[in-house]
């Protein structure tokens, strides 16, 4: 049985991804290069896409590749404040793996910011994107809208909204790129799908309820005219 856990656990989380993702409508396409902007973190520090993710703006700056997560919010975004606890969460998670987490606030300005990290307890970095330069490469529509982008700078999920189940998705997302997705036997999984449908048609029907002995049946009713 334990087997069988293995095998069905990843093809669970890969169908709550699918449900959970939105659809980025015009937004930035999954599988091509993600949009690249600069922006100032809330310490002050210049931050460029290109020092963590894709091809490294030249030899004297970060070469270190990484996996970016990247989750657009602000003050008066409630699903945002549910949000950034699992954020948090799983930052811990994968410190270990490569994987940076980055808040980014959505045109709100600096002491605005300064009260949501305070009264959220926020520990991620938090980028500021006052005139939504980033916001905009990125087509947000609603908040929270999470990206994530690989290593070679592609845009590996985008999702927006926040639901019960987010953490599940996200691990999942994160797991694959890193390549820790447990291997799934296609050939037992088809068996399981075979037998669910054999034990499916071999289920006797029920059986219709007959009259019970000694119950008297209805009379016939006589037809006009006979005798």
């Known amino acids: 049985m334990r087997s069988n856990r293995w095998i069905l656990l990843p093809l669970l989380a890969a169908l709550a991804a699918g449900t959970a993702a939105a659809d ?12 690249q902007f600069m922006l ?13 993710a894709g091809e490294p703006r030249g ?22 404040k549910q949000e950034i606890p699992v954020l948090h969460e799983l930052s811990s998670a994968y410190a270990g793996d490569g994987v940076k987490f980055f808040l980014v606030n959505k ?3 600096k002491g ?3 009260d949501v ?8 970095p938090v980028l500021l994107d006052p005139y939504e330069v980033a916001c905009k490469k990125f087509k947000l529509k609603e ?4 990206a994530i982008i690989d290593k070679t700078g592609t845009l590996a999920y985008h999702h927006t909204g926040y639901a019960e189940g987010f953490r599940d998705t996200l691990r999942y997302q994160l797991d694959k790129l890193l390549g820790k997705l447990p291997k799934v036997d296609s050939a037992a999984i088809r068996k399981a799908r075979a037998d669910s449908i054999a034990a499916a048609k ?6 219709k309820k007959t009259a019970k002995a000694g119950t008297p049946k209805a009379a016939a009713v006589p037809k006009a005219g006979s005798k």
Do not use: M
């Open 112 to 114: 605005v910011v300064d």
């Open 24 to 35: 980025p409508g015009d937004g930035p396409a999954i599988g091509q290069p993600a949009p």
């Open 202 to 207: 071999a289920k006797p029907k029920a059986k």
């Open 117 to 124: 990290i305070f009264g959220e307890k926020i520990t991620l």
């Open 107 to 109: 045109g709100e300005e």
């Open 40 to 52: 100032k973190t809330h310490a002050g520090e210049d931050f460029y896409t290109r020092d963590y």
């Open 143 to 146: 908040l929270p809208t999470l």
């Open 59 to 80: 030899k004297r700056f970060r070469q270190e590749r990484n996996i970016l997560v990247l989750s657009f919010f602000a003050s008066w975004c409630k699903p945002c």
